[in-house]
């Protein structure tokens, strides 16, 4: 307590050509000087050393509370669906007048695109939340590394509400386009979710969804595993280099949505702005392959990681 006094009171020698300083210094010297109570002089302590350590703020919570957690998995979503539907839209609103041309880089773009915005969202709320980003990573942590089940429907409720408020500002954005390629909505909805190649065979789907998340728990579990060979501030890269890798090997039967938040949060958006053959509420009802799929491919990916690589791990 007397090393803050004696640091307050040096402030006032050094502020005397301004005097308005140092009254306001010279009050806070005195006012700590004063300070009997060891509560009020821990107070005063704790307050001090956290402007010394966080002179801006940061980190003066340990541990973010639930509602800090929900806010990361909504802000981390919101940025990968609007990296994710954006690039979309640049490829479908705006075609070539070249027969034979590949449009604004087409599927390659796409899936890099994809990629980036799981990166971008794992950026924003790793540190807070640990960017599940996806309600099937959050029920394969929670089955297999003690997420606590009490956040699995917070988490998930976040994470769609960020897809669609993120699906809304792309066709907030693209309004004039939409308006000029699809006046009438009725065959872009693609733009913010996903549709089977084969609608008469919706297993195919389910088939390819499955396999797909299967990879990606599979390689999440991996990457993020302490006992394996965790690459530190890398994990974020690798993990959208991942879902880059899935959407170019497994990106045609089913658009490759891998996350029921990505598919879904959207999809109800294009149910609210009036898209028709929405897959929802009109067309066909192959809503429900993007979020089956990836729950059951995550358990099973995660489910081999652990029984197949990390029992055979040394502990740390």
């Given at each position: 307590m007397n090393n803050y006094v004696a640091i307050l009171r040096t402030f006032p020698q050094m502020s005397r050509a301004v005097p308005h300083i140092y009254v306001t210094f010279q009050s806070l010297a005195n006012f700590a000087a004063g300070l009997k109570t060891a509560r009020a002089r821990s107070w005063?302590?704790?307050?001090l050393r956290g402007a010394q350590c966080h002179p801006h703020g940061e980190g003066m919570n340990s541990k973010p509370t639930l509602g800090a957690e929900l806010i990361a998995e909504f802000l981390g979503t919101f940025v990968l669906i609007l990296f994710g539907t954006g690039v979309v839209a640049m490829v479908v609103l705006f075609p070539t007048h070249n027969p034979g041309e590949t449009i604004h880089g087409g599927f390659t773009?796409?899936?890099l695109g994809w990629g980036l915005g799981v990166t971008m969202g794992i950026y924003i709320a790793g540190k807070i939340s640990g960017a599940h980003l996806n309600p099937a990573v959050t029920l394969a942590f929670a089955i297999f590394r003690k997420f606590p089940w009490a956040?699995?429907?917070p988490y998930s409720l976040s994470q769609t509400a960020g897809a669609f408020a993120a699906a809304a500002v792309v066709f907030w954005n693209y309004h004039p386009a939409f308006l000029k390629v699809d006046p009438q909505l009725d065959?872009?909805?693609?733009v913010f979710t996903t549709f089977p190649a084969f609608p008469e065979l919706l297993s195919a789907g389910l088939l390819d969804q499955a396999i797909g998340t299967a990879l990606l728990l599979m390689m999440i579990f991996a990457i993020t595993d302490e006992r394996n060979q965790p690459p530190g501030n890398l994990v974020p890269i690798l993990i959208g280099l991942v879902v880059v890798a899935i959407g170019m090997a497994f990106?045609?039967?089913?658009?490759y949505a891998i996350n029921p938040a990505r598919d879904f949060g959207p999809r109800l958006f294009t149910v609210v702005a009036g898209f028709k053959n929405n897959g929802l509420t009109d067309g066909g009802n192959i809503f429900w392959v993007p979020i089956v799929g990836p729950i059951v491919g995550g358990l099973i990916g995660g489910a081999v990681y652990d029984f197949g690589i990390?029992?055979?791990l040394p502990k740390v």
């Open positions: 005063l302590g704790r307050l773009n796409i899936t956040k699995v429907i065959h872009t909805a693609g990106g045609g039967m089913h658009g990390r029992r055979f």
